[in-house]
């Protein structure tokens, strides 16, 4: 029986890496995470399958802009180990790696940005990880926030969308 699906919020400052570049590209490595906590989830816990809840931050307009899945689990992250990467860790050792990254395919653009000021008023989003550790580039989304979002996207959003359900 294949394990159910975990959600997760994975955060990108729209001028270095977008929900479009995403779209464009179909596909990315999420590396260049240098947090160590943000590094256990992408090593230990975000596994094929998973979605994933593309978040814009660092903006005039920082919420929520897409949906991805992962499609690789956590594996080591290359760019650590190259001098010329910007996310180059002199510390880090390709037989014993430190910094993870996973990969992630593109699932849908919201046609806005659910925003960081919206989510905050939603019922049943007060607890999300996103306001207690707002710095963490990675962190968990339960089922029912999940949830929460997804119908709030095609609510608001875009009403006239058909309902569509998380990945798998």
Request: charged residues 25%.
């Amino acid at each position: 029986m294949a394990t159910p699906p975990n959600y997760w919020l994975m955060k990108s400052e729209p001028d270095v890496f977008s929900i479009q570049d995403l779209e464009a590209s179909g596909m990315t490595g999420w590396d260049g995470v240098r947090n160590y906590q943000a590094r256990n989830y992408l090593r230990d816990a975000i596994k094929v399958g998973d979605g994933v809840l593309f978040y814009h931050s660092s903006t005039h307009q920082s919420g929520i802009s897409g949906v991805a899945e992962v499609v690789r689990g956590g594996y080591p992250d290359e760019t650590a180990f190259d001098p010329t990467d910007a996310h180059f860790d002199p510390k880090s050792n390709p037989a014993r790696p430190t910094w993870y990254r996973v990969d992630l395919k593109f699932v849908r653009a919201f046609p806005s940005v659910l925003s960081i000021q919206t989510l905050r008023k939603i019922p049943g989003l007060q607890k999300m990880v996103l306001f207690r550790n707002g710095r963490l580039s990675v962190q968990p989304v339960t089922k029912k926030e999940w949830m929460i979002i997804m119908r709030l996207a095609e609510t608001v959003l875009n009403p006239k969308v058909p309902k569509r359900e998380s990945p798998k």
